[in-house]
Structure formats: C-alpha cells, structure tokens
C-alpha cells in the first residue's frame, strides 16, 4: 500500500528514455532493456576495453559492459546515476551481469576491488561516488576485498569530458595514489570505473597502483565510449 501511494506521489521513471515504468520494471523500461547496446567483453579474452592500454600500461585484463553513445540510453542512465542521485543504478548494472562475472575466467583470481576515487571536495559537492555502489556489489558478487579507501585523488579538478587525450594525461599526472598496504602485494586489484573513454584516468590510476610490488591490476567499467 505504502510502495503504491509513493509511485503515484514520486512515479518511477526509465533511465534511458524517461517513460513510466512499470511494476516489475527497475531501473529500464523493456525497451530500452533490449535496445541497450552491450560489449559482451565479459565473454571475450581480448576486446576494445583491453586494446585501450596496449603499449600504455600492463593489465591483465579489462572489460567494459556497455557501449556509450551520445544521447543514447547508456549516456541518458549514466547522467541519472552521475548527477541525479539514482546510485541504485550502479547497483542493478552489477546484479544485471551477475552469471558473466562469476563465470568469467578473468575475474577469478580477483583479490579486491577498488573504485577509482573522487576527490573529497567533489565528493562533497556531489554528496557521493557514483561508482561506488557499483564497485560494491561487483566486489560482493565476486566475494572479494571491497577497498574504498585503498586509492586516493590528491588534486581537485573539473570535468574532462570536453578535454583533448593530452590535456586528460597531463591533468592526471600524479594526481593518485595508492595506499601502500602489505596485505596486498603480489595480489590482483580489480579496478571499477563508469565510462572509459581515453582511459588517461584509468592509466594514472594504474600507474599509482603499480608502486605496490607485484601488484596485478584489472580493470572493470560500466560503459566504453565509441
């Protein structure tokens, strides 16, 4: 009774194309549900996410889950999830692929997940990490180490969306770092972020990892731009 006066007060609607969902819809309405373009990465040993950081930084593997278009509906469910406080987004993508990451052979010698981080003065402005949630539930799928705090960003800096391949790697120059903890050298850190698009955040990311000894890294996203 309670769910049903509040979908009438606060009407639940699609991520990707706003329409009214209904009752055992979450978070996409059907349409959009098949019409959201997926990689399949998940199933492939080698695709578009890992050619990123060929000759750039050593990764084990990466993988993203979705393709991002402009104005598309992962773009549309990303903002959502970005800039409108919808964190259970990042929550149901996880459990959406739940078979995929427990029968992938690249994530089973995963020993913790780490999200790439905000820095605090953003994460205060925007009163969360939007990949957090996903980072979470991906490292609880996997029964793994969830390590929010393992990874710190030093330097306050504005979206890079707009900025040239040159000017993400310059802004991103040591602008992490990794918490040198013993419990995990010589482990497997599976990295999770939202959107790869260069991957110049993700490599300063990894960069900052690789300073701890044999350290093996992963990378996860939800979306790869084309």
């Known amino acids: 009774m309670f769910t049903s006066l509040l979908n009438v007060f606060f009407p639940k ?128 799928i996997l029964q793994k180490d969830y390590c929010p705090q393992f990874l710190v960003r030093t330097r306050y800096s504005n979206t890079q969306t707009k900025k040239t391949i040159w000017a993400r790697n310059e802004m991103n120059k040591a602008v992490f770092v990794a918490q040198l903890d013993k419990q995990y050298y010589g482990k497997h850190i599976l990295l999770v972020d939202d959107i790869l698009t260069t991957g110049a955040t993700l490599e300063a990311c990894c960069r900052a990892l690789l300073e701890i000894p044999d350290v093996k890294i992963s990378i996860l996203t939800m979306a790869i731009a084309e």
């Not at 329409?19 to 059907?30: A, D, G, S």
């Not at 959502?80 to 990042?90: A, H, N, P």
């Not at 427990?102 to 605090?120: G, K, M, R, Y």
């Not at 402005?125 to 991906?138: D, M, P």
């Open 13 to 140: 609607t699609c991520a990707g194309c706003s329409v009214l969902l209904k009752t055992n819809e979450k978070i996409l309405c059907t349409t959009c549900r098949h019409e959201i373009p997926t990689t399949q990465h998940l199933l492939q040993r080698e695709n578009e996410a890992l050619q990123k950081f060929y000759g750039r930084i050593e990764v084990v593997y990466a993988a993203s889950l979705f393709y991002f278009h402009k104005k598309g509906i992962v773009q549309n469910m990303i903002h959502q999830l970005k800039y409108k406080g919808r964190e259970d987004i990042g929550l149901e993508l996880a459990h959406w692929f739940n078979k995929e990451l427990l029968h992938s052979s690249c994530f089973q010698t995963i020993d913790a997940v780490v999200e790439v981080p905000l820095h605090p003065r953003k994460q205060k402005e925007r009163g969360y990490n939007q990949v957090s949630l996903f980072a979470k539930t991906i490292s609880q």
